[in-house]
């Protein structure tokens, strides 16, 4: 008996899997999740968070240049200050639109302070400061989706 005889058999329809696949594609979702009549299916995805890129404008260069040894700034996500989205959703940095960012680069911070919100099935969740000290990156834009554990800022 073939898987697909097999699957068959037992009342699933692949047909459903690949359409769960392609919303979640299409809606560039991490995962799906039907349940219907006691059957229940889940398609998730694995995603990467596109790597944030900052333009620098380039310096004049002297006609001798002397070497220098530049160290790599550690990975985000294993800086000690990093502060991880607790849940798949959209970042928010303000209230609203019209009003004041919660925090900017530069800005202080003390423990609970709100840094942003996350907007997860129609309810904003706040995310609040881990510990006291000063915002030095935001890794992520105003209405920008999230995936869980993802670096959303820095805070030393």
Do not use: C
């Amino acid at each position: 008996m073939t898987s697909s005889e097999r699957d068959a058999a037992n009342g699933l329809d692949v047909s459903i899997v690949a359409a769960l696949a392609e919303i979640a594609a299409r809606h560039d979702l991490s995962e799906v999740e039907v349940d219907h009549n006691g059957l229940k299916i889940r398609v998730a995805r694995e995603r990467r968070p596109a790597p944030v890129v900052h333009a620098v404008a380039a310096a004049p260069v002297s006609v001798a240049p002397a070497p220098v040894a530049v160290a790599p700034a550690p990975a985000p996500e294993g800086h000690p200050g990093a502060v991880k989205s607790p849940m798949v959703g959209t970042a928010y940095l303000r209230a609203s639109p019209e009003s004041k960012p919660f925090v900017e680069i530069g800005g202080t911070v003390k423990v609970g302070d709100k840094l942003m919100l996350v907007e997860a099935m129609k309810t904003y969740n706040e995310i609040v400061a881990p510990r006291a000290g000063k915002v030095t990156q935001i890794f992520v834009e105003d209405g920008s989706p999230v995936e869980y554990g993802q670096p959303l800022m820095v805070i030393e």
